[in-house]
């Protein structure tokens, strides 16, 4: 009867029908808001990638990415869009710099194109000073105006010769190349950058790229692709730091860190013990499965057992999960200087047995099954429902699992569907109050957060959902031949929580959106006339100069029978 009981909850709630009366949604503080500011010194910015914003895909020299590649095919993106010249920000660095000034960001999060600077994926092969060139003017430019830039080297854009001669983050020959690529990073641009991320989000590029098949290089190595990847990505890194560290650091000073993603996995029943264990294992087989390495040398231990236990169970030799030796162990753990975090959403976690018979995957080796609350607000991206209460609970395990590291905020936003023309994005003011609130609440519960990155900058490519969802603080037109940018509300109130450096009192926050949603009737006004500025652009750049250069051979026609006639 129990079992029974228990298995109709979990229906109710996984057929997203409200379940108010017999789960009580209210145990998680969402009502209460906290006044109070941020410490000083604490860092506030906005990020971007190089392919989902820069365009200029084959400029000035840049070899191709997996990006490039599996965009140019058709099928893999929402309506095969790709990111050949999405916000052209290769080409508007001083006016992008410009809003981010208005903004007073204290750091901007933007990451280098491998292959642009390293057209052929190796050193020896090629080195294109004129992608070189681009990222020191940025970087320059960002200083400047008194933004730290803070450098991801890997936003998953692998140069392609890499996966074509030897199938990518497959093989470990990756760890060589990346090492190799990230060393030239420093000798070029370490004199001013003094924070490098060696991965964005590992995690998808394990398991999107190479056991889903939905990002690039889109592989479907079901049930080890993606650990093979995430064990070739964890040396690398491990390699990149000890590369700064000995080579660097005495000299440049600054830090290498990585950027994890990570949900937050909340177990459907507090008071049962097995979705307590399902909710920890959906965390350590996400943010655990690297930073448990990073930190302690070695995969979390129920990673360890679970995948151990169904690769025996399908008769195989070993485990799919690679093992570290004692000496990669001790290499690896205490590679961090600080952990980057990405965090959007959260998730309902229950036990769900997945008998190994069945085939495998990294997703059936956890054991658990994802449920969300149907009434968590869903403004944009399918997965992304908004649950500020998860984003506190999460830093507060980052501490206590990992000896209370140092914390950046690398990725922290919402999107909103690609038909939403509104500038006055309330429903983005709101995630950013209630999701910066909660960061507060953890810097006071003692999590060691020093800055925080709003994602995105600019509405972007993105990635297999193309430009369908728009992230940005400011609204991109794609349809314009200049991609103009226009500020949504939601950049009017960022600046107001910059420039509290939090939440002073509730008589000045509660104003801030109306000030903010002021101001962006204006801007939306500006973009419905866009249409129309395009056409006008049409009819200069277009119309006009060949109804022009068809009168003038119509004359000459003209001129030539005339001529004929008298002679
Ligand atoms: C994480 C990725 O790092 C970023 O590139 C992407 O835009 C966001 N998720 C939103 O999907």
């Not at 910015?45 to 990006?67: F, L, P, V």
């Not at 709003?454 to 969802?469: I, N, R, T, V």
């Not at 002021?518 to 009819?539: F, G, R, Y």
């Amino acid at each position: 009867m129990q079992v029974l009981l228990r298995v109709c909850h979990v229906l109710v709630l996984a057929l997203c029908v409200s379940a108010t009366e017999d789960f009580d949604w209210t145990r998680n503080e969402k009502g209460s808001f906290y006044y109070g500011t941020f410490p000083t010194g604490f860092s506030w910015g906005a990020g971007s990638s190089a392919y989902q914003t820069e365009g200029a895909w084959d400029k000035d020299g840049k070899g191709m990415s997996i990006w490039d590649a599996f965009s140019h095919k058709k099928g893999k993106i929402y309506l095969n869009d790709t990111g050949d010249s999405s916000c052209d920000g290769y080409y508007t660095v001083k006016e992008d710099i410009r809003l981010m000034k208005d903004m007073k960001l204290n750091h901007y999060r933007f990451s280098i194109s491998w292959p642009r600077i390293m057209p052929k994926g190796i050193k020896s092969d090629q080195i294109n000073e004129k992608g070189i060139q681009y990222y020191d003017n940025l970087i320059s430019m960002l200083l400047e105006n008194q933004i730290t830039p803070i450098v991801t080297l890997y936003h998953w854009d692998l140069p392609q010769v890499l996966e074509e001669k030897y199938g990518g983050w497959q093989n470990s020959s990756m760890i060589n190349f990346f090492n190799d690529y990230a060393n030239l990073c420093f000798e070029r641009f370490g004199s001013r950058v003094k924070y490098w991320i060696t991965f964005n989000n590992p995690w998808s590029i394990a398991v999107e790229g190479y056991e889903t098949g939905e990002h690039a290089p889109g592989l479907k190595l079901k049930g080890t692709g993606a650990y093979k990847a995430a064990h070739n990505i964890i040396k690398a890194h491990a390699k990149v730091w000890h590369t700064y560290d000995t080579q660097w650091r005495s000299k440049q000073k600054g830090m290498v860190g990585i950027s994890l993603s990570g949900d937050w996995g909340e177990p459907v029943d507090i008071t049962n013990q097995r979705d307590i264990e399902a909710a920890d294992r959906y965390m350590q087989f996400y943010l655990g499965w690297f930073a448990t390495p990073l930190f302690n040398g070695d995969y979390p231990q129920v990673m360890k057992d679970y995948v151990g236990r169904k690769s025996a169970q399908q008769g195989l030799g070993s485990s799919r999960l690679p093992t570290f030796n004692p000496q990669e162990k001790s290499y690896i753990r205490g590679t961090c200087d600080f952990l980057g975090i990405g965090h959007f959403t959260t998730r309902y976690i229950t036990q769900k047995n997945y008998p190994s018979i069945r085939g495998n995957s990294y997703f059936t080796d956890r054991d658990l099954a994802e449920l969300v609350d149907p009434q968590w607000p869903d403004p944009g991206s399918e997965w992304l429902y908004s649950v500020p209460w998860g984003f506190r609970r999460l830093l507060n395990f980052v501490k206590s699992q990992y000896g209370n590291p140092m914390i950046y905020v690398t990725e922290n936003g919402v999107s909103e569907k690609m038909v939403c023309t509104d500038l006055c994005d309330e429903w983005r003011m709101q995630y950013f109050k209630d999701y910066i609130n909660e960061m507060l609440k953890a810097v006071n519960d003692g999590v060691n957060v020093k800055g925080y990155t709003a994602w995105s900058l600019l509405d972007k490519f993105e990635w297999d959902e193309g430009y369908s969802e728009r992230f940005g603080l400011y609204y991109v037109d794609f349809r314009s031949k200049n991609k103009p940018r226009y500020p949504k509300a939601s950049v009017q109130y960022y600046k107001r929580i910059i420039s509290s450096n939090g939440f002073p009192n509730q008589r000045e926050i509660e104003s801030w959106k109306r000030k903010a949603t002021e101001t962006c009737t204006s801007s939306n006004q500006l973009l419905a006339a866009d249409p129309l500025t395009s056409h006008m652009e049409m009819v200069t750049e277009i119309v006009v100069p060949t109804v022009c250069t068809l009168c003038i051979l119509i004359c000459a026609i003209f001129l030539m029978f005339l001529l004929k006639g008298r002679f």
